[in-house]
Nanobody, 124 residues
Framework: QVQLVESGGGLVQAGGSLRLSCAASGRTFSRSAMGWFRQAPGKEREFVAAITWTGANTYNTDSVKGRFTISRDNAKNTVQLLMNELKPEDTAVYYC?????????????????WGQGTRVTVSS
C-alpha cells in the first residue's frame, strides 16, 4: 500500500516556474515506478512524466519535454516535478501516481495508487 500527498501547486504567470512535490508513505515506495498526470477542466486525465524506481530512467510527454523534469529521492520518499517555462495550457490539477512495478508506465490504468491532486494555474 502506498499513500501519496501532493503539494506545491499555485498560481503563476506564463514563463514562470513551479516545483511540485509528492510525499509517499508505505513500504513499497522505493520499488515503485512513479508518474505525474494532469487533468484540465473538461478533459481527460493525461500523462505528464514518469520515473523508474531507481530514478535512472525518466520519460516526459512531448508537450513538456525540455520544460519539465521529474526526479525522486527514495531516502526521503518523495517525487518532484520541476516545471519551467509554464504556459497557460499547463493549467490543470496535477496528480502523483505509483505503480506496483519497477518500470515506467504512461497510461492512467497502469497506476495503482493516486494522490488527491494539486492545482496549477498559469495566467497569460
Amino acid at each position: 500500500q502506498v499513500q501519496l500527498v501532493e503539494s506545491g501547486g499555485g498560481l503563476v504567470q506564463a514563463g514562470g516556474s513551479l516545483r511540485l512535490s509528492c510525499a509517499a508513505s508505505g513500504r513499497t515506495f522505493s520499488r515503485s515506478a512513479m508518474g505525474w498526470f494532469r487533468q484540465a477542466p473538461g478533459k481527460e486525465r493525461e500523462f505528464v512524466a514518469a520515473i523508474t524506481w531507481t530514478g535512472a530512467n525518466t520519460y516526459n510527454t512531448d508537450s513538456v519535454k525540455g520544460r519539465f523534469t521529474i526526479s525522486r529521492d527514495n531516502a526521503k520518499n518523495t517525487v518532484q516535478l520541476l516545471m519551467n517555462e509554464l504556459k497557460p495550457e499547463d493549467t490543470a490539477v496535477y496528480y502523483c501516481a505509483a505503480r506496483r512495478t519497477l518500470v515506467i508506465g504512461t497510461d492512467v490504468d497502469e497506476y495503482d495508487y493516486w494522490g488527491q491532486g494539486t492545482r496549477v494555474t498559469v495566467s497569460s
